[in-house]
Each structure stands twice: as structure tokens, then as C-alpha cells.
């Protein structure tokens, strides 16, 4: 059973999984995706892989078998786990709980090649409907302060499998730093009545020179402060709070705009590395604070994180948590503005 | 001129630096150090260096010649520059100000190819001794919130050269990580009058599963929540809040078990990559809140973290702040131990 423990200096938690490897000549570091050998994720191969958590089959094929658009699945090597109490509990001086969570993937097609941003749109919206219906069902379990939806791209981004693929994290407490931009929002709506995503979402489309694209419900910005070069942070253009409310019509714009940024990334950087994130607000039901939740919906905004990995995090960065970014963010938009699609 | 922006989200200031390249192709991706050619840190190459800032020179040698142990010169390409004002300012809805600081190369030995692990003790004795004394002629400048002196080793950790060198970055603000510990020691003491690294060393002690090696002066320890496999935590055994002040003793105490840290790593892990980093106190002339100095020679206590880099930064860890650490700190400093040195 992983573990999550309580760093009472950094005032972070940490989960002890022991299951992915702890040898030390497990961490002999390689640059390569592995070869192209078996592939669990592709069609007619299900049977090797976990067992179906959720799937789109518009011809009534059966679980586990061909025939889907996008499947999820259990991660064969979980960070948390489904089963289990949370046991919060002291551990001498110190603070621990079990690793209960989720931990799934979303295979994004059946197409092992396909990069996202070559996806054609109704596949991609099909992918946003499945995180939309995945973070609904998940909300229903009490025990998960947060879900977090993210992809890995390339090695470098940490990926470990080449089929398209993104993945869901569901934790027993609400992510640092999820939680630091929920007390951030709330400070600024407590003093202005307003959203803070808002205001800057404003700002920038009345500046305009950190703009990389907008459309009937989305920006695409270069954030003022970013933390690595072509950072990218794409929002709803108008409060929205919560990724799991997010209408049709949302979907079909986001998957737009979204394909369209990854293009831009794809073209200017030559296929990097990538992370994306998505952030929401946390789950509702996971807590007692009523009156906190009264507030939220009022001063969080969702949105997602496209983070190319171009820059290592070196003993500065870890020792200091400032990020050396040397791209300006101005000069970002501009050269990903400029792009022809 | 780079410059410093602080994002009203994640209330962490970037440091915009444009100067170290920032077109696309500038980020191409290489994981092999580049091929040993000309080295400007060798003896005999001074004149290709910038002018040295401090060196130690037994023989009374000339300033940028040979017949040096240990030379401090400025980054070719700081992140920082001395020159300059301060210049707070906001910017439209934004914070930010100039990029002023420092930016230091201490290179650590004449030997090219000299590895810490093997460095003589004599001569990493002369290494801290010349961190102790930059700290203390740069904490003269009041401009200068607080030092950190790190070590990137391998390019998997950010190293940009191979002869063996540290980096000081001096910052006008109190770097995010280290304030959480100055405040997070602070409300500690402020409830029990007793300095949290203290009360963890001390329960380290007692534990023991944690710790790697101890002698007269020092603990070395995994940390209860690690965020790296293989993490290590070193501090002084007793009460010292700042690296500036270590004394003779304690410097020959520290080369001696730094050396050994640095072997148990090199051996166990295949000489790694790695990062350190001193934590020590702010600087306490750059502010006039007197009666947070007050407090602080009781509450902080320094420390030096190092990292071996083992592990890859993913989607998850970037949208949520949690890490990702395969092994249990028990088991790493059993591991660690356990090396015949």
C-alpha cells in the first residue's frame, strides 16, 4: 500500500510508492522511448490490458473487446489506490495517511501514431467528454478531495507509453497547488468581488501581446509570469469554475482551440516534450466546510496548463522554487501566434 | 536587463532572462555533456575567464594567473546582475522588478576530472570555507535579500560544464521555498519555543531507521517525506541558524561527513547526477523588520539538501505539487548505510 506523508518544513505531502521500482539500479537513466514492441493500449489487444473502467462504444461492442473510441483504464502501476480507509494518523512527530485515490488512463484512440495534434476534432471532443464523465463519477467518492487529469508527452514529459494516452489522479487532499490558487482566487474575490482569473483574462485581451488565439468561449494565453518558455494557459473566456459542468458546445470550441494550441506548440518547437493539467475546483462532496463551497464557485476559475518541456529544473530551481524561464513570454505568443496552421 | 515577475495565481516570482537563448531551437534537447574541449575553469586558462572576485592563493600568486586552490568568478550568463536598481514597480495588473543580484561560479579544484566524492578533505575544506566567505561579503549588500549556493553535477541535473564548480545566486527577494521554512519553523517555535529542525534531528536520532551517518558535529538523514529516492538531509547536530557563522571546527566536522555523503551516493547510485543546496538564513541586513531578526537565530536552522536526480518532474507533479518518490527514505538510508566506504 503506498503512503502519503507530511513534510512539516515544505508543508507538502509526499506518497512513499514503493511499487515502481526502489533498487537503485532501477533509476539508470535512458532518453529513449522504449521500441515499439507490444502494445497493451491498441485495438484487439484489450485483453492484455486492465480491465475497462469506461468506454465509448457507439456500436454496442462489448467491454474489453474492439470496437471503442476511448477507453479507460485502471494504471497498471497506481501512485493511489482505489481500495482502502484513509487512516489519517501521527506517526511520532509527524503526519501520515494510506495512498487511497484513482489512478487511471485515457486511451485516446486506437491509432497508436496519432499526436494530439493531428486528432481530428470529434475524436478530441470525444476525449473531453470522457475526462468530463470520469471527473463526474469520481466526485461521487467522498474520500477524493481532488481529481487531477493530465497527459505526458515524450519521455522527457515523464511519459512511459507511446499510444496516445492521459491520465487522472485522484487524491484523499487537495493538491498544493491547487490549493494555493483556491486561496489565491478567494483573497482576491474577498477584497474585490471578482474573479482573478477573470481580471487577468481581461487584462491580457485588452493587451493583447500575450494573446496566442481566442475563440467564441477560449483564450490562449502566454502567462505574465510563466514558469518555462511557450508556457501556455487556456481558459473559458467567460466564469466557469468547473470542468464537469462544461456544456456541448463548450466541448466542441475547447476541442478546437485545444488542437489548435498543440499545432502551434507541435510546429514551433519541433514535437516537443509536454505536460498538460487541467484545474478545477475540488470535490464538493469530500467536505464538511459547507460554507467554503458557498464562495468557490464565485472566485475559482477552471483551466488548463500546457507546459513544454524545453528547461531542466537544476539546484536553483529546487533550492529556491523560482523558475528561470528564458523566453519572454511577449516574444511566446508572438512566435505562436505567428504560425501558419 | 532580465527581470523578475511574480505571478498573482501561484504567488512565485519568474525570473524573465532573456539572454540564454529563446528561439525554438535553441531548446533542442541533448542528454550527453558536451565533449571535453577547451576549459576556461583549468589552471592556466584564467585570462579566458572573466576576472576572478575572490580566490584562495596560498603562494600570494597574481589575481587571474595560476597558483590558485579555489576561484570564485562571475556567471558568464547570470541569471542575475549585480549592476543596478532595484526599481519595484507594478505593471498594468501585475508585480514585478529588475533582475538585480548575483550570479557566482566557485570552482572548487584545479583537477579537471576530480570528483566530489574524491575530492581530498583538505581541499573541500577550502571549498565551504570559500562559501562561508562570499556569503559574508555579499550579505553587506543590502540590496540582497538572501544567497543560495547550489551544485548541478551532470547535465541530467542542469550542469552546464564539467570541471568540478558550485553556483551562488543572490536574489532581491526571499526565495518561495525558503520563506516556507522560515515561516513554517517560525509558527513552530512560536507555539513551543523549541526549533523544528531540532525537534526532527532529535527524533531521527532516537529513530534511527532514517539516519545515514553521524559524527561530532553533523547528522546526515533521508528525510521522513522525500520528495527524491535517495534524498539527502545534512545539518548540524546542534542549534546553528547561519552557514556564515560555521566555525573551523565545524567546517573540517562538515567537510568530512559531506565526503562521505557524496561517496555513499557515487557508490550506491553509479555516480548520479545530483543537485545540492545550502538553506541558511536571510540575509539580515536587506530588511528593516527588526523584530522578525529577533526571532530567528532561535527558530531556523541550516541545512544542506541533496538531490540525487533519479526521477522524472511529470504532468502530475507540475498541476498538483506533490511528488512522486519510488522508495521509502527507510530504505534509502539502510541502502546508504550499508555502503562499504
Wanted: aromatic share 10%.
Amino acid at each position: 500500500m503506498p503512503e502519503l506523508r507530511h513534510d512539516p518544513i515544505q508543508r507538502r505531502w509526499v506518497i512513499i510508492s514503493t511499487e515502481r521500482g526502489r533498487r537503485p539500479d532501477d533509476f539508470l537513466i535512458d532518453n529513449e522511448m522504449p521500441p515499439g514492441t507490444f502494445c497493451p493500449s491498441c485495438e484487439g489487444n484489450e485483453s492484455k490490458a486492465s480491465p475497462e473502467i469506461y468506454a465509448i462504444r457507439p456500436n454496442g461492442s462489448s467491454a474489453d473487446g474492439p470496437g471503442w473510441q476511448v477507453r479507460v483504464v485502471p494504471n497498471k502501476f497506481p501512485v493511489l489506490k482505489v481500495e482502502g480507509e484513509l487512516d489519517r494518523h501521527a506517526h511520532g512527530i509527524y503526519d501520515a495517511m494510506n495512498g487511497v485515490g484513482a489512478h487511471e488512463v485515457i486511451i485516446e484512440t486506437t491509432r497508436h501514431e496519432l499526436h494530439l495534434a493531428e486528432t481530428p476534432l470529434a475524436q478530441l471532443e470525444l476525449v473531453l467528454r470522457t475526462y468530463r464523465e470520469r471527473l463526474r463519477d469520481l466526485l461521487n467518492d467522498r474520500r477524493l478531495k481532488y481529481i487531477l487529469i493530465f497527459k505526458n508527452y515524450g519521455l522527457a514529459a515523464g511519459a512511459a507509453l507511446a499510444h496516445p494516452h492521459s491520465q487522472l489522479i485522484a487524491t484523499p487532499v487537495t493538491p498544493k497547488t491547487v490549493a494555493l490558487e483556491l486561496q489565491s482566487a478567494m483573497e482576491h474575490f474577498n477584497v474585490k468581488e471578482r474573479c482573478l482569473f477573470c481580471d487577468i483574462i481581461r487584462n491580457e485581451l485588452d493587451q493583447g501581446v500575450r494573446v496566442v488565439a481566442t475563440n467564441d468561449h477560449f483564450v490562449v494565453l502566454t502567462p505574465y509570469a510563466s514558469r518555462f518558455p511557450f508556457e501556455i494557459f487556456l481558459a473559458p473566456r467567460r466564469h466557469r469554475h468547473d470542468f464537469a459542468a462544461i456544456t456541448e458546445e463548450e466541448i466542441r470550441s475547447l476541442a478546437e482551440i485545444f488542437r489548435d494550441s498543440m499545432r502551434r506548440i507541435k510546429i514551433a518547437l519541433k514535437d516537443p516534450p509536454y505536460n498538460f493539467v487541467i484545474h478545477t475546483i475540488p470535490n464538493r462532496k469530500s467536505t464538511n466546510r459547507a460554507t467554503y463551497w458557498q464562495t468557490i464557485e464565485h472566485d475559482f476559475h477552471w483551466h488548463i496548463e500546457i507546459l513544454p518541456r524545453l528547461t531542466r529544473m537544476a539546484g536553483f530551481e529546487w533550492g529556491s522554487g523560482f523558475y528561470i524561464n528564458p523566453t519572454a513570454p511577449e516574444e511566446a505568443a508572438q512566435f505562436l501566434r505567428d504560425i501558419e496552421l
